[in-house]
């Protein structure tokens, strides 16, 4: 099943916070969050295995709780560079992930 | 270290001619393989996936299939393109099974299909 991504769209200026929270119906074992920029491929950021388990990446964050079967990308002090389409994605079946449809970042000086 | 290559990058193809993507892995063994796309402005949407040669998982049945002739090959092919079938194709990898299982993309090709 899809997790579900919100909000759609974040339009930032620099220097901003923002955040963007994934849920699934379903129980949730890892969450893995992807950014990509217009035209190329979704990099990898983070990947959280454990509920409650809180990473890191540069200015990035992210946070799971694995009860609410949800997690939030945490943004801070945004920069031009984080534009992108960001994606959370969850396993299914011990193998396939699959993505949220994806939250749209923009952030202008 | 592990790389991903995929081709051709772009291509643009009629209505009704075949399509073959190709994708390779190097610097692994045994990697799983996945093929993703990626429609206009949308998310990203899961086609296959493979564990083993020969082992492929279908999640969007439709006019594509793939095939994994080698451990680390993993083709997308079609018979007939469908106007529908237009968009950016991504292969991906990973080493790992359960949870844990990191992908990692390649460069993607973008499909016009004229």
């Known amino acids: 099943q899809q997790p579900v991504q919100s909000p759609q769209a974040v339009i930032l200026r620099e220097g901003e916070d923002a955040v963007i929270n994934c849920s699934s119906s379903?129980?949730?074992?890892?969450v893995h969050w992807y950014r990509q920029k217009h035209g190329e491929a979704p990099v990898f950021l983070m990947i959280l295995l454990k509920g409650g388990e809180q990473k890191g990446h540069e200015k990035i964050s992210a946070s799971f709780n694995e009860k609410k079967q949800q997690s939030s990308l945490y943004l801070t002090a945004s920069q031009l560079s984080y534009s992108g389409t960001y994606f959370c994605g969850t396993i299914r079946a011990g193998t396939a992930l699959i993505f949220g449809k994806g939250t749209t970042l923009s952030v202008s000086s | 270290s592990q790389t991903i290559h995929q081709w051709p990058a772009t291509l643009v193809q009629p209505v009704g001619s075949p399509l073959s993507l190709e994708c390779t892995v190097e610097g692994t063994s045994n990697p799983n393989l996945y093929w993703y796309r990626q429609a206009a402005g949308r998310g990203l949407q899961l086609l296959f996936y493979s564990v083993g040669i020969g082992q492929i998982s279908s999640e969007v049945p439709q006019n594509l299939s793939a095939s994994r002739p080698q451990d680390r090959q993993f083709i997308l092919s079609s018979k007939k393109l469908l106007l529908s079938d237009s968009g950016f194709y991504l292969c991906a990898w990973s080493g790992e099974r359960g949870y844990g299982n990191t992908i990692y993309f390649g460069e993607g090709s973008w499909l016009t299909v004229v």
């Open positions: 379903k129980a949730l074992y890892s």
